[in-house]
């Protein structure tokens, strides 16, 4: 007949505890996304690609996926070699930023009309201004709320 626990030294006991708290990470799920071990950032999220996917989803579920898709697309841009630059932008543009684009992001009449004035010879960093404008609105409005949402809890 089988005594349990009861017929094992106290000291082995301890000692398995102690082995069994220190390996109990390797029983854990691993995270899929993981940002820095103190806080998420949005720039952290942006280079992962599970946390890139899961606030997709969330601007989806909210109806706001513009703001991302012109982040993204003005990373694509910058990444372009210089043959397609003016083709690329004039995308960009007809995409996000005319007004009546298909999916115009909310830029003040500012950015809009600096960008407008670049579009006849782009450069590289014709969009920049704009991506940081856009990246700060998902920062302060997007972001935060993702953070309180399942989207956030199913992508950790």
């Known amino acids: 007949m089988c005594k349990g626990l009861s017929a094992i030294p106290s000291s ?6 102690g082995m069994r ?8 799920k691993p995270h899929k996304f ?5 806080k998420t ?11 890139l996917q899961a606030f997709r989803w969330f601007l989806r579920s909210e109806f706001s996926e513009e703001n991302l898709a012109f ?11 210089e043959s397609k630059l003016a083709e690329k932008a004039s995308s960009i543009f007809s995409q996000f ?3 009546d684009a298909p999916q115009e992001v909310n830029l003040d009449g500012e950015t809009r009309d600096a960008l407008m004035s670049v579009m ?13 404008r856009i990246f700060s609105l998902m ?17 950790m």
């Open 12 to 17: 082995c006991l301890e000692k398995a505890k």
């Open 21 to 28: 708290v220190k390996f109990h990470h390797l029983t854990e």
């Open 34 to 38: 993981r940002a820095h071990e103190e």
């Open 41 to 51: 950032d949005l720039e952290s999220l942006l280079n992962s690609k599970s946390g």
């Open 71 to 81: 982040w993204l697309a003005c990373q694509d841009y910058r990444n372009s070699p």
């Open 97 to 99: 930023i005319n007004p």
């Open 120 to 132: 006849d010879e782009p450069e590289l960093s014709s969009f920049n201004e704009a991506q940081q």
């Open 139 to 155: 920062a302060k409005d997007s972001f935060p709320r993702f953070l309180r949402s399942p989207f956030f809890q199913q992508a």
